[in-house]
């Protein structure tokens, strides 16, 4: 039975002709009343659409914290630090790395405060009660990044550039097209377009050749995104953990059909444009180009790796030399091995940090084991750091 959102999305496109589909998954997600995350049908865990690193138990939050105090070490311990989440969902991360920095990082913890990004009232009443203590003393809330204030600290984002709107195109042998969304015999259907958006031409500009019939995506919102984010830290670093690729790999010959997907109770859906607000979309980031606008926008690119080699660096930091037989030690190994496993999350997710003003290039802890981040993404080894400001 189609949804609410299906209706709306139809009576648009009769009245104003095809539509982008960039424009129509941002409804399916977005819709304030009947998208998918601002209603309450985006469920995380083994019984909902999807499973994050979160769902595996408090351990993420707790290593996470551990980089955290790092962070805030190699600010010079500022009595102002802010840790800013974005995509925060009901919560649960927010509170396992308050509660960790009170137990590890005390004097971190007594700097610190937590700002969310949460443009949902439901989402917002969810994460307060999640929170318990810590709401009231600790957090506040911003409706949109724009909303929030300049800040010293760390931007913390865990799947998030993955539900931005995407651009869906096609290579027809001569040309890229753009994907629109029709209305045929009742269905929603994809339709090819001449591309206008003069972003998107230029963002396509940068791949590297492809056969006829390649279809893929391209997200100038993570773009927007980083760049608008770069804005507001004064001082600190950004961390990005998601599915994706460099762009060497993502655009792949041989990878035809792009990384656009939906899913619904953990399987994939065949017909993505068929339950508009009832499907999780979602597609991989392109972290190179990601990168690129990062440092455009004045930010270093301090550290790329896979969530594999990240989770396994700061293990070390948390489990001692001799871990205890006890319920409590082999239920954070296993969630550990959850998190680090390369045929389980290890490999599939990429932690990207970016950083402005800190006091050391050091590789940070989550980074020692890796590769340079200039060879790993593709980029001349200059991109590394922004661009100089040139003398007046």
Not at 64 to 92: D, K, N, S, Y
Not at 295 to 310: E, M, P, S, W, Y
Not at 350 to 376: I, M, N
Request: with cysteine.
């Amino acid at each position: 039975m189609p949804g609410p959102l299906t209706d709306i999305l139809r009576d648009r496109i009769a009245r104003s002709g095809p539509i982008p589909f960039r424009d129509f998954m941002d409804a399916a997600l977005y819709h304030p009343e009947h998208g998918y995350y601002a209603s309450s049908r985006a469920r995380i865990g083994r019984g909902g659409d999807f499973f994050t690193s979160v769902s595996v138990g408090p351990l993420f939050g707790t290593l996470l914290a551990r980089q955290f105090a790092e962070l805030w070490t190699r600010l010079g311990e500022p009595a102002e630090f802010t840790i800013v989440e974005q995509g925060a969902h009901r919560g649960e991360f927010a509170r396992d790395v308050l509660a960790a920095l009170r137990e590890t990082a005390p004097a971190c913890f007594a700097a610190t405060s937590y700002h969310v990004i949460e443009p949902s009232e439901n989402l917002r009443a969810a994460q307060h009660e999640t929170l318990g203590e810590f709401a009231a003393a600790k957090v506040r809330w911003f409706p949109a990044p724009d909303a929030l204030p300049n800040f010293i600290g760390v931007h913390f984002s865990n799947e998030l550039p993955d539900a931005f709107p995407v651009h869906a195109v096609v290579w027809d042998g001569l040309a890229w097209r753009e994907s629109h969304v029709a209305i045929e015999t009742g269905r929603f259907i994809f339709i090819e377009r001449e591309i206008t958006n003069a972003p998107l031409r230029v963002a396509l500009a940068k791949l590297p050749p492809v056969p006829a019939g390649y279809r893929t995506e391209i997200n100038l919102a993570a773009l927007e995104w980083i760049a608008a984010l770069a804005a507001k830290l004064t001082r600190g670093f950004a961390l990005v953990i998601d599915y994706g690729f460099p762009r060497a790999e993502y655009y792949r010959p041989e990878r035809t059909a792009g990384t656009l997907t939906g899913y619904a109770q953990h399987r994939r859906v065949e017909d993505i444009l068929a339950a508009p607000g009832d499907t999780d979309l979602t597609a991989h980031v392109d972290f190179t180009a990601l990168a690129e606008r990062a440092r455009d926008a004045g930010l270093r690119i301090a550290g790329f790796t896979d969530q594999h080699h990240f989770i396994v660096a700061l293990g070390a930091l948390h489990f001692p030399a001799s871990i205890p037989d006890t319920a409590a030690s082999r239920r954070e190994l296993r969630a550990f091995k959850t998190l680090m496993h390369p045929q389980m999350m290890g490999r599939s997710f990429q932690v990207l940090a970016l950083e402005k003003g800190a006091a050391s290039p050091a590789p940070l802890t989550g980074f020692r084991f890796a590769r340079d981040v200039s060879e790993a993404l593709g980029l001349p080894p200059s991109a590394a750091s922004p661009p100089s400001t040139p003398s007046s």
